[in-house]
């Protein structure tokens, strides 16, 4: 098999924390690596008697504007969006004389840290960095040739890529996410700022006027005054435009608001409510269970027996939609163990979540440092759901799996014979598993696990076709080998009842054995007829879990 490793023969390091600098330039300059580097990064690296290339000698162009503009150049960027799987870009280069960069190692001026401080306005304003994440970006976007490193942590697994002959494709996007993480977190710090100073303009115009001062909402609390009152403040909301803060409600009963952290960064609005989606998803099933959940969906989950090791509850979930779970939230009804965190490590994720972790399988998680780490207390309950809309909020009982017809004893069997044990439990669970997806609702299981699911859409009928697709095209068996046509032989699950047969008919075209659906169409009987005419088993619970 052809490697996918992109060998490190070109280096370009410009940071302004210089931690662990030179032990990396030495161990690029061992492997044979050309060092390009700015201003004062190349002095130490100089210094230390390791040959660099000033990136002036480079351009052609001398640093300018008290150091604003060093890197903003073609022969600069030219190397690092080279995306040189493509002909026509290494042909520009070679005509250019432009040569490309393997590696990116930037840190950006401390900005956050400044502000922090109580910089002045002016000292402050020189922190924004332009080049920096110019670079980082533009090595991240184009991490099929280039690797991006950002964090002084990471030196070392730079170093030794060096010597082992570079990043695999996979590391590379690594990086880059976490390249883009980092520059958008610098951008918010940013806007936040500038938000800031615009307020504080409004406020001394307001001065020596009788205007009425508006209340101040949560938002508007300073984070002393926040924290009195239980709230945390987030670095933004959904978007980076958006302020947030989190409230905890009851130290006693913390759920994910108040959940522990062991490690990884500080969590943020979108991670809470991954989060919550994916507890909401794992704790719903009495058997140890993993569910996968991206963007408040569950792209994966799986339930194993009470003496199997959760790690291949985790294999299956993760099996559902690899694809869709890089960058997933996990989350665990049971303690983690040293099995699965081993399984978790090579994937980008970015949190998990568990009522325990195994000691060592803490200690390896811990390793991703990026990885967001939390430990659950207490059992899952949410007694009301609260939405906000325009002019009120709208209170609700939280839906649960307790209602009559969720148990599949009080099931009616409307088409086909009876569903044998395993095929019955497959339904059970797929009927749990449905309540965590958005509707229109489909789930596909096979095996105690979900092998295709459709979800968000506006109708029935694209769910099921989302369901089968995903079944068959995006799915795992063993060790990253494809398994095709995972829909027949599976059970079926509908969050909400079937309103023509044209849907059914699509999981049945797909070879789907047994559906569990609540029923209540006016054309139930053309649903059931279809099923009949397949000898298709199908359920009916009375009971439907929408979650919109």
């Avoid at 130490?44 to 903003?72: F, H, N, W, Y």
């Avoid at 307001?206 to 009152?229: C, K, N, R, S």
């Avoid at 009559?404 to 009876?418: F, I, Q």
């Avoid at 027949?488 to 699509?506: K, N, T």
Wanted: proline fraction near 4%; include cysteine; hydrophobic fraction near 45%.
């Amino acid at each position: 098999m052809v490697s996918d490793k992109q060998p490190i023969r070109r280096a370009l390091v410009s940071v302004y924390d210089k931690t662990g600098l030179p032990e990396l330039a030495q161990a690029l300059s061992d492997a044979g690596v050309e060092i390009v580097s700015t201003g004062s990064t190349a002095a130490t690296i100089r210094a230390q008697g390791i040959e660099v290339t000033d990136v002036a000698s480079v351009t052609g162009s001398p640093e300018m504007l008290d150091g604003r503009v060093k890197t903003l150049h073609p022969r600069i960027h030219g190397g690092i969006l080279a995306d040189r799987r493509l002909e026509d870009h290494v042909a520009q280069l070679e005509e250019h004389d432009i040569a490309p960069f393997d590696l990116v190692v930037v840190n950006l001026y401390p900005f956050e840290e400044t502000v922090e401080a109580g910089g002045t306005f002016a000292e402050i304003i020189e922190k924004i960095d332009i080049g920096g994440p110019s670079m980082v970006r533009g090595a991240a976007k184009n991490f099929a040739s280039v690797a991006v490193v950002v964090d002084p942590e990471d030196y070392r697994t730079a170093a030794e890529a060096a010597v082992a002959g570079g990043f695999s494709l996979a590391e590379r996007q690594e990086l880059a996410t976490v390249a883009f993480t980092r520059t958008a977190e610098y951008d918010a710090a940013i806007s936040d700022w500038m938000l800031d100073q615009l307020a504080e303009l409004d406020d001394e115009d307001l001065v020596g006027q009788d205007e009425e001062i508006p209340e101040t909402d949560i938002l508007d609390l300073d984070d002393d005054d926040a924290e009195e009152l239980g709230l945390r403040t987030l670095r933004y909301g959904e978007n980076p435009h958006q302020r947030a803060r989190v409230s905890v409600l009851d130290d006693e009963e913390p759920g994910i608001a108040g959940a522990e952290q062991l490690g990884g960064k500080a969590m943020s609005y979108n991670n809470y409510v991954d989060a919550d989606a994916a507890a909401r998803a794992a704790f719903d099933h009495q058997l140890p269970c993993v569910a996968v959940v991206k963007h408040n969906n569950p792209c994966g989950i799986a339930v194993v027996g009470e003496d199997e090791d959760i790690a291949l509850a985790h294999a299956r979930a993760h099996g559902t939609d690899p694809v869709s779970a890089y960058g997933g939230v996990i989350a665990v009804n049971r303690t983690v163990t040293l099995a699965m965190a081993q399984q978790v490590k090579p994937i980008f994720t970015e949190v998990i979540l568990a009522p325990g972790y195994e000691d060592e399988a803490l200690e390896l998680l811990r390793t991703k440092k990026n990885l967001r780490i939390l430990r659950l207390q207490g059992e899952y309950r949410r007694p009301l759901e609260l939405r906000e809309i325009w002019g009120g909020t709208l209170i609700q009982d939280a839906d649960a799996i307790d209602a009559e017809g969720d148990a599949p004893e009080n099931w009616t069997l409307a088409a086909g014979e009876a569903a044998d044990e395993a095929t019955l439990a497959d339904l059970a669970f797929a009927w749990r598993a449905i309540r965590a997806v958005k509707s229109n609702a489909i789930l596909l299981a096979s095996g105690g696990a979900a092998v295709g699911i459709g979800m968000g859409q506006v109708n029935r009928l694209d769910s099921c076709r989302l369901a089968v697709s995903r079944a068959n095209t995006l799915g795992e068996h063993g060790e990253g080998e494809t398994a095709p046509e995972r829909a027949r032989g599976a059970v079926a699950a509908s969050d909400a009842f079937f309103p023509f047969a044209d849907g059914v008919q699509i999981l049945i075209d797909a070879g789907v054995r047994a559906v569990v659906q609540p029923g209540g169409s006016i054309r139930d009987e053309e649903v059931l007829e279809a099923c009949r005419a397949a000898g298709v088993t199908l359920y009916l619970t009375g009971t439907r879990h929408f979650a919109h």
